[in-house]
């Protein structure tokens, strides 16, 4: 894709940076004291906490994952939104109050308050701390994302520019200044999300969505066993063939580009497709040409509109359960991946695939549950689907936001703010996305930047709004990531596990060091994992915390004989496992370079498997050495 920067995008960003400075650096000087720091003193207003609950949990992941996956590929992104909302429900009725009342600052304080063990602060920490990095990751690659079409800089900076920022934030006011954050841009982001959508409705649909809008090239030609032998275009002539994607490599006046070999009318025909051709100096062609020519169009439009049963050029204004009609009962140019080596180089070109709105919207697209499916694939949806409704009431920046509020009866009103606000929103990532599939404003490079390239199609000034405010986004629940890992750290290692006498001043100031050193490491991991969609990765991060905490925290909660053996072994074994099938699955593979189908293991959500077994270690373990349990008691 080709961005070019704008000026209005730029003053917005640093304004809404200025804007995040100031309140750090207000609270900073209002936080002393380490219950000040790491849980804002307990003082924040249930409402303010709701809100904050929001602006924590739509994180980069929310906006531009699902959005992205959405766009790409249809109702099966949204099942993302739905998983995400669902967590919510296990949070409300079976977390919110009985954590208030166990804990102090951390998810360790949380399941060691009975127990005084050794074992649970240093396998608690340590979960923390991984989850924390595995959901840093995802916020640090959408931050990435954005930096290049908002600022004009590369990906790695971005992710540099939001660590600073982040931990500036975090370094000087801890939960205080975060919490603030994560509140001014969940309100903000709810609010703009909602014009972004009512924008899209007054629009309607139409088939050439814009004047950007590129009509591709069609040229007759005569196939034999899968091969062109002739084309009726004498200005180009055919360079060579990839039997394997059933494309054709054409040249005209020394530029080579890829056409897709398909049927038209009953003849055979060749289509112009996308593509990218990476050469061994490193830089890009974009169709066979350099980028300043401009020949990567943005992509993703209605090829058929049907309106009461009529083809239609476009429909008008309309409202909610009209678009998603319109898209259900149409047709959408999509685009399929095809990658491989020609010569020295490596080529990516997309063909076109025109896709029925009734296959879109329902399930299918990306998780094979229906045709086409196997045991494997539809396993691999339960496990993600698991994951994803028991992993938000394990999540430790989730978690320590119930510490910031005076009462368990505010943490469960919070909870129910966060929970209206969260699924309103993910409403509108439905719209959204199907919005950014059908308006031809793709970016095929990038799932990630869906969502504000859609507001860029309404003009600069909401495309500047919204890619700020997703920038904040991505500050807010870093921050909050932030101080999770470094009450781990400072507070669950170094204090409690290896015993060292702190003050509260120490305490406060080891916090703030951690931060640096997390901070430091999600910058790094940000910049090695580009290009992944961010809602898949946050989904490895979900099953790795449902798998490591949530046991734990049920059994603690609500099983009298759990023992402490049993609660620091369920971690481990939850963790283990999680990390251990992620790590051997085929999209790992894959982003190692090899065969995703030659993976170890065929599973890319683990959460089915070692949610199971961490329980089982808990309850097993926990009869084999009951002695804590009853110490306890």
């Not at 971005?158 to 920022?165: A, L, M, Q």
């Not at 009431?393 to 943490?411: C, E, G, M, N």
């Not at 405010?469 to 750290?489: C, K, R």
């Not at 790992?588 to 199971?612: C, F, H, K, Q, V």
Request: charged share 15%; proline share 3%; glycine share 10%.
């Amino acid at each position: 894709m080709i961005y070019e920067a704008s000026v209005l995008a730029i003053v917005l960003f640093i304004a809404f940076v200025i804007a995040v400075l100031g309140i750090s650096k207000y609270f900073a000087s209002r936080t002393q004291s380490s219950k000040g720091y790491y849980a804002a003193g307990g003082t924040i207003h249930w409402g303010v906490n709701g809100i904050a609950f929001a602006g924590d949990y739509l994180s980069a992941a929310s906006f531009l994952g699902i959005c992205g996956m959405i766009a790409f590929m249809g109702y099966d992104g949204f099942l993302y939104s739905i998983g995400y909302l669902a967590g919510w429900v296990v949070a409300l009725f079976v977390v919110a109050e009985p954590l208030k009342k166990s804990g102090k600052y951390t998810f360790t304080d949380a399941l060691d308050n009975k127990f005084n063990s050794k074992a649970i602060q240093l396998t608690a920490a340590i979960s923390t701390l991984i989850v924390s990095v595995c959901y840093l990751i995802p916020q640090m690659v959408g931050a990435g994302a954005l930096v290049k079409p908002l600022l004009g800089m590369p990906h790695w900076v971005g992710v540099i520019i939001v660590g600073g920022i982040v931990i500036f934030i975090v370094a000087t006011a801890g939960m205080a200044s975060t919490t603030y954050v994560q509140f001014l841009k969940g309100g903000l982001l709810i609010i703009f999300s909602t014009v972004l959508t009512v924008a899209l409705f007054n629009n309607g649909f139409k088939l050439k969505p814009s004047e950007d809008y590129h009509e591709f090239a069609t040229i007759k030609a005569t196939v034999s066993g899968g091969e062109v032998s002739s084309i009726e275009d004498a200005s180009y002539s055919i360079a060579g063939h990839n039997k394997e994607k059933g494309l054709v490599k054409l040249e005209k006046d020394g530029v080579n580009t890829w056409w897709q070999i398909s049927e038209q009318d009953g003849a055979s025909v060749l289509k112009e497709a996308l593509s990218a051709t990476v050469l061994p100096d490193g830089s890009k062609l974009y169709n066979g040409e350099p980028q300043e020519n401009r020949k990567f169009f943005q992509v993703g439009h209605m090829s058929k509109i049907v309106v009461d049963g009529k083809e239609v050029e476009e429909t008008g204004s309309v409202g909610p359960f009209k678009f998603l009609a319109t898209v259900d009962q149409g047709e959408v140019m999509r685009f399929k991946k095809n990658k491989f080596k020609d010569g020295e180089s490596s080529v990516t070109v997309w063909t076109q695939n025109p896709t029925s709105g009734e296959t879109l919207m329902r399930p299918g697209v990306k998780f094979k549950v229906d045709e086409g499916s196997t045991f494997m694939s539809k396993l691999n949806f339960v496990s993600l689907m698991i994951a994803l409704f028991f992993g938000t009431s394990a999540l430790p920046h989730i978690l320590i936001r119930y510490y910031t509020v005076p009462s368990p009866k505010d943490a469960r009103k919070s909870t129910i703010v966060a929970i209206a606000s969260i699924g309103f929103f993910y409403i509108l990532t439905l719209f959204m996305g199907l919005g950014a599939m059908t308006n031809g404003v793709l970016d095929l490079e990038s799932s990630n930047m869906s969502a504000p390239l859609l507001a860029k199609f309404f003009g600069v000034a909401l495309f500047a709004i919204i890619s700020a405010i997703a920038f904040a986004t991505v500050l807010g629940t870093v921050s909050g990531l932030i101080v999770a890992a470094s009450g781990a750290v400072a507070h669950d290692l170094l204090s409690n596990f290896a015993g060292i006498k702190m003050s509260d001043e120490g305490q406060v100031k080891a916090g703030k060091i951690s931060a640096i050193v997390v901070g430091i490491i999600a910058i790094i991991l940000g910049i090695l994992f580009k290009g992944m969609n961010v809602s898949f990765l946050v989904g490895l991060a979900f099953a790795v915390a449902a798998s490591a905490n949530l046991p734990a925290i049920f059994m603690v909660l609500f099983w009298k004989k759990t023992s402490a053996i049993g609660v620091a072994v369920s971690i481990l074994v939850g963790m283990v496992v999680a990390l251990g099938i992620i790590l051997m699955s085929p999209s790992m593979w894959e982003r190692y370079g090899l065969d995703p189908t030659t993976a170890p293991i065929a599973l890319d959500n683990p959460g089915i498997i070692s949610i199971p077994l961490s329980f089982i270690a808990l309850v097993m373990f926990s009869k084999l050495f009951p002695e804590k349990a009853k110490q306890a008691a």
